[in-house]
């Protein structure tokens, strides 16, 4: 079993490092590069190859008109929204998980970790069932003239549920590495506690909070299970661009469908981008003050 | 005397910490927050399960297109968890152990399926494997169906639990280093005793925590499978698809019956979450609290760099 090992674990490290001593690295790299080329990389091509088959102008007719931008509005304008939402009060779910204590805390900590959990359809009902006219809070906020369900604002409910364990997931670390010294020095120096919150730990966990942000937004733009039963789904209105191309795919319209998703991918990457470079500032930024 | 030491104490406290009033103040929000966020929707899919009773919530759940919508989810994640583990530890090891080039990229690339919609997914293998896709004109000459039937099903709950189990993994083991396996090995192990035996228990915790969200993961997966299923009732409905069917329906017991075994197991996936974090502190602290001169191979070149 290990004779594929032997073969050319050692032939690798000779080559690469003479300092490599464990083995499995051909294999292992060998291996994950492997199954990432046949789940991730073939299919992804194949999603960018075939919007060779539409003409440029036929490319830029499907992605631009008018059902679609209203979609991309909605999409980006509710995730936005929601990761907003969830940073300020990830913040604070973060801070009082880390810098208080009260009952039942461990229990609390344990159910920020709910929407990764929990199936995002599960979810949809759930909220819709909640919000709808006859739910347990919608009742007494139609009354009031609120009206969440089938709206753009139940979409970004649904968005700031599932975003929800990002910011405080990448921020609890963070503060609990945060040197209390420092806080200290600034006290006696005179600080009071809102310029200590603002000048010694904002821009110490600025990086985290910002990936949380990013890392939540980037969720929500993607998602499709919670939003659906929310939403309501009228088209311009409070349609999101997965449903556009899931109604395009059921019309048979694949070339549509797929450039729709190309947009889609790329806005994608880009933000894949963006969280990898807040990451790297956030190891820059720990790294320096420890 | 005693006064001025409880004054200063006092004082050191208030440099790092607020005024009670802003504390119980700040955790009231949390919990009003997360009450309506968390806890609230948790609850009200078991009163709307049970809405007509516990007869009505079994009736459901008895229903045979319910039980093949179960056997098609459990068939489905018995196959994604396992090739998703060896694909995470296999990652792990060469990222977490190594120094290549391209190295960070590579996670990068680990990362994708996180930030890709499940629904693009979906459509990733349909033009791959579908009837006008890549393979698809073979495939219906040999008569093998992925889209519409179980291996699309299955192949999209791959790609959406791709990275959990990597992601867990890489920085547990970049934190730990490796000196404990470099001493394994030149003490005459063979790759795999120090596999078993050095590595597996010092990530068991993050690992099972890895499988434990790969498999809820999978069994909750609903856009990517919707756009690969068809949604053939009795065929090719997992449990999520089968909720939205019995909810589209207006049936709605039904629809939160069947919702309410998924939420069952998030809260199942919780607990466990939460015991394998409180052992690996626990361990962690142990460790931490072994004398020094206890004669393992790491505190030799480790511990004595790090302080």
């Known amino acids: ?290 | 005397m005693s006064g001025g030491a409880t004054r200063v104490v006092r004082r050191a406290k208030a440099g790092t910490t607020e005024a009670a009033w802003v504390r119980y103040l700040l955790i009231g929000i949390t919990l009003v927050f997360l009450f309506l966020f968390l806890v609230l929707p948790l609850a009200a899919v078991f009163t709307e399960a049970l809405r007509k009773g516990v007869g009505a919530y079994f009736e459901a759940l008895k229903e045979p297109d319910a039980w093949s919508a179960i056997k098609l989810t459990l068939i489905a994640t018995a196959i994604a968890v396992p090739l998703n583990l060896v694909f995470g530890i296999c990652a792990a090891w060469a990222i977490a152990k190594f120094e290549f080039r391209g190295k960070a990229f590579l996670t990068t690339l680990v990362d994708l399926p996180f930030s890709v919609s499940p629904v693009v997914a979906g459509l990733m293998y349909v033009l791959v494997f579908g009837a006008n896709g890549w393979f698809g004109p073979w495939l219906q000459a040999h008569d093998l169906k992925v889209i519409f039937a179980v291996p699309g099903i299955v192949l999209a709950t791959v790609f959406v639990t791709f990275p959990f189990i990597a992601r867990e993994l890489i920085p547990l083991m970049q934190a730990q280093g490796n000196d404990e396996e470099q001493a394994a090995i030149v003490l005459g192990a063979t790759g795999w005793q120090t596999f078993w035996r050095v590595t597996l228990p010092n990530i068991k915790w993050g690992l099972l925590y890895g499988v434990i969200l790969t498999n809820a993961r999978a069994m909750g997966e609903f856009g990517a499978v919707s756009v690969v299923s068809g949604h053939i009732r009795g065929q090719t409905n997992t449990l999520p698809l089968h909720v939205e069917i019995l909810y589209n329906e207006y049936q709605s017991v039904a629809a939160f019956a069947v919702a309410s075994l998924l939420a069952i197991l998030a809260v199942v996936t919780l607990i466990i979450k939460s015991v394998a974090e409180w052992r690996q502190e626990r361990e962690q602290r142990a460790a931490a609290e072994l004398p020094p001169e206890r004669p393992t191979p790491v505190s030799t070149s480790s511990s004595a760099s790090a302080g």
């Open chain 1, 1 to 290: 079993m290990t004779a594929a090992q032997v073969a050319v674990a050692p032939e690798a490290t000779a080559r690469r490092s003479p300092r490599r001593v464990l083995p499995g690295f051909g294999l292992t790299l060998g291996y994950t590069l492997f199954y990432l080329s046949v789940i991730v990389l073939i299919p992804l091509s194949a999603l960018f190859l075939r919007t060779f088959s539409l003409t440029l102008e036929q490319f830029w007719v499907a992605v631009t008109s008018p059902r679609v931008m209203a979609s991309y509005r909605l999409t980006f304008g509710a995730s936005l929204f929601a990761a907003v939402v969830n940073l300020v009060f990830g913040l604070l779910v973060a801070w009082v998980l880390v810098r208080y204590k009260f009952p039942g805390k461990k229990i609390v900590d344990a159910l920020v970790d709910l929407p990764f959990a929990l199936p995002t359809a599960v979810a949809g009902i759930s909220l819709t069932a909640l919000l709808a006219g006859n739910g347990w809070l919608g009742q007494y906020l139609e009354p009031m003239g609120i009206k969440l369900a089938f709206t753009p604002a139940g979409v970004v409910i649904a968005l700031i549920f599932i975003g929800l364990p990002f910011v405080v997931r990448t921020v609890q670390p963070v503060l609990e590495d945060a040197e209390k010294e420092l806080e200290e020095a600034a006290t006696s120096l005179g600080a009071t506690r809102l310029q200590i919150f603002t000048k010694v730990i904002l821009p110490h966990i600025l990086p985290a909070l910002m990936t949380g942000f990013a890392m939540a937004f980037a969720r929500a733009i993607g998602e499709y299970g919670s939003v659906i039963f929310i939403a309501g789904n009228m088209p311009m209105v409070s349609e999101i661009t997965p449903l556009i191309i899931i109604g395009k795919l059921e019309q048979y319209d694949y070339a549509g469908a797929t450039a729709v998703a190309v947009v889609m991918l790329v806005i994608s990457f880009v933000l894949l981008l963006v969280i990898n470079a807040l990451q790297a500032w956030q190891r820059r930024r720990t790294g320096s003050v420890s």
